[in-house]
């Protein structure tokens, strides 16, 4: 989720400048909050991240003592399947529901299930296979449902939770007025599932959806996956949504409105599919929605021809207008927001892109816990830059410098990658824009054979289920063979960002230079599992490009091995004439703080 690069241009964003000179106390800094948290512009802001943080906070303190949320821990069950029936008025900030929940006990003796469900809904009922059964308890966050008997390994069991009520004022439904009459539109991520049914609320359980949205006359419920519609005496309709594939809870979405539809095709990869691409605007936004739209289908393309036929070719894709300004990712349905799509003075190339890529990057492959939200916002901003070089042939590392950096030690993408996981979007610009520049440098270590071939490899063992960090980093090793603990280490888990003075000297006869390389950040690579011999300083390729005083010029290459804050690399110097301008990394391929890059003796 992000607002499109071409807009974040638009908001003020600055490339990265180079740093003449940095006050030592910059390096005691701790990571500054992005600009999307305290009102500052000068990086891309992410105006869905900020809900989502605002979301996480809110969760956290309903939730009471202990974690607001329950990610990657044994609750004994395993969930097969929900069908969530809702009957919603967008004129009415009410909801009727009723959750079927169909699981499978992981341990033997399961004897109760904890649902994350908000405490604001009045139970009407709640039924184990039939039968009434009360709860073992419940808060403000959290329905514990009591199995008696216990279920033993793999043994299955029914759920079944009706309830009624005012959705919580912050979670993820969102009653919104436009020209076109009132709207309801959902945004979960990240742990708001719980707002309006009862789940196990962890991106690792991942299940069968089945959403029926019953709504007025007129109105119109999108969800994800295909579609029936029923027609009732009294005039309301039910939509019944089902997606095939199991997903994570905080991708299942809900939109009910007066849409008008805009629709093209998807052609597959190898021309056997006509895949029909819907999608749900508001009337008084069409003309320009239709316009944005229109260029769907190629992206389409030309994300397939990067990462591989798209996840749901058999099924669908297309976008609803949305409350917020910017994307989010449901599998087969994006959300944009309703006053982007109906700006025709907009570019939204990028944030299309962006959403887009998140049916490979996030739905088919989703983080197992919120730590690694990365490997969906990070994959995603980087599929930006890709389609910017596939599409129109925009140089990646330029592209990366220009728009997704800000160029300060302690700014926007200070932050450690790896996120906290009780609010995942704090420190939205690490998790976005570092996170892409991580898989660029990473593409660049290892060559875009083995970087692509990796990615595909990563995809097809994790397809429509959870991925790691380490899993990540053990298949690009393994297809690769190249070893990347010191890399994960030192651009995921460490903070800021290396800060250089970099001279090259020439030797006396030409034949070889002598790169210099001075880290004058303050802070060391962090080692979770620290091994012998880990560097304490960043280790990289650095290219620089040599002139000499013909104009002639050429690109060496000195691998810093990191094991010294200041190191010389003495590489052959292919003009075979004395060195008399450089340019430091001349591809803007490393993330980094050029402080000064001089010739010496």
């Known amino acids: 989720m992000t607002v499109p690069a071409p807009e974040r241009r638009r908001l003020g964003r600055v490339a990265a400048p180079l740093l003449a000179a940095l006050p030592l106390l910059l390096l005691a800094e701790p990571p500054r909050p992005d600009p999307v948290e305290c009102g500052r512009g000068a990086l891309a802001a992410h105006p869905e991240a900020a809900a989502k943080a605002a979301l996480a906070r809110r969760a956290a303190r309903e939730a009471g003592p202990g974690p607001s949320h329950v990610e990657g821990l044994d609750r004994g069950v395993d969930v097969l399947t929900y069908d969530v029936s809702l009957s919603v008025d967008p004129a009415r900030e009410w909801l009727e529901g009723r959750t079927v929940i169909r699981l499978m006990a992981a341990v033997d003796g399961a004897s109760s299930v904890p649902l994350d469900f908000a405490g604001s809904y009045e139970l009407v009922e709640v039924l184990r296979d039939g039968r009434p059964v009360p709860p073992s308890s419940r808060t403000s966050s959290r329905l514990v449902l009591p199995l008696d008997p216990p279920l033993s390994r793999e043994s299955r069991t029914t759920l079944e939770v009706a309830y009624r009520g005012a959705p919580p004022g912050v979670g993820a439904l969102a009653f919104w007025g436009s020209p076109d009459g009132p709207v309801v539109t959902s945004l979960s991520e990240p742990f708001d599932a719980r707002t309006f049914w009862p789940c196990v609320d962890d991106p690792s359980d991942r299940a069968v959806v089945t959403v029926r949205a019953t709504v007025p006359p007129g109105v119109t419920a999108a969800s994800g996956g295909l579609v029936t519609e029923e027609a009732l005496p009294d005039g309301r309709r039910t939509f019944t ?3 095939p594939q199991a997903i994570p809870t905080y991708l299942v979405a809900l939109s009910a409105g007066r849409f008008s539809t805009v629709t093209s095709t998807y052609v597959s990869r190898d021309g056997e599919v006509e895949m029909p691409v819907v999608s749900y605007v508001l009337p008084s936004t069409l003309a320009a929605a239709t316009t944005h739209l229109a260029a769907v289908p190629r992206h389409i393309e030309v994300l397939a021809g990067i990462f591989g036929e798209y996840p749901f070719v058999d099924t669908k894709y297309g976008i609803v207008a949305s409350h917020f300004r910017g994307g989010m990712e449901h599998p087969t349905l994006t959300s944009i927001g309703s006053e982007l799509l109906g700006d025709d003075s907009r570019d939204l190339t990028g944030l299309l892109v962006h959403e887009l890529a998140h049916q490979w990057w996030g739905d088919e492959v989703t983080m197992r816990t919120w730590d690694d939200i990365w490997l969906n916002e990070g994959f995603a901003t980087y599929a930006e830059v890709l389609y910017d070089e596939r599409a129109d042939g925009v140089e990646p590392g ?9 160029g300060r030690y302690s700014g926007a993408l200070g932050a450690t990658v790896v996120a906290d996981p009780s609010n995942p979007f704090r420190y939205t610009g690490a998790v976005y824009e570092k996170g892409a520049w991580v898989l660029h440098m990473l593409r660049r270590l290892v060559g875009d054979e083995a970087f692509f071939d990796a990615l595909a490899v990563y995809r097809q063992r994790h397809a429509l289920g959870n991925a790691t960090r380490q899993e990540l980093r053990s298949e690009v090793e393994e297809v690769s063979g190249v070893g990347l603990k010191q890399f994960f280490d030192q651009w995921l888990e460490t903070p800021y960002r290396p800060i250089l003075r970099v001279t090259v000297g020439n030797v006396p006869d030409a034949s070889a230079v002598r790169v210099t390389v001075e880290q004058r950040q303050g802070h060391a690579v962090r080692h979770p599992q620290a ?18 005083a013909s104009g002639a010029s050429a690109n060496v290459t000195a691998n810093v091995s990191g094991r010294t804050a200041t190191e010389t690399v003495t590489v052959p110097n292919p003009l075979g004439r004395p060195v008399t301008k450089v340019v430091v990394d001349p591809s803007k391929d490393l993330l980094k703080i050029l402080e000064a890059a001089t010739v010496g003796g």
């Open 531 to 548: 091994a012998e011999g880990d560097a304490s300083w960043y280790a990289f390729p650095l290219r620089v490009r040599l002139t000499d």
């Open 398 to 406: 330029p592209n990366l410098a220009a728009w997704y950096d800000d």
């Open 241 to 243: 949504w089902r997606l």
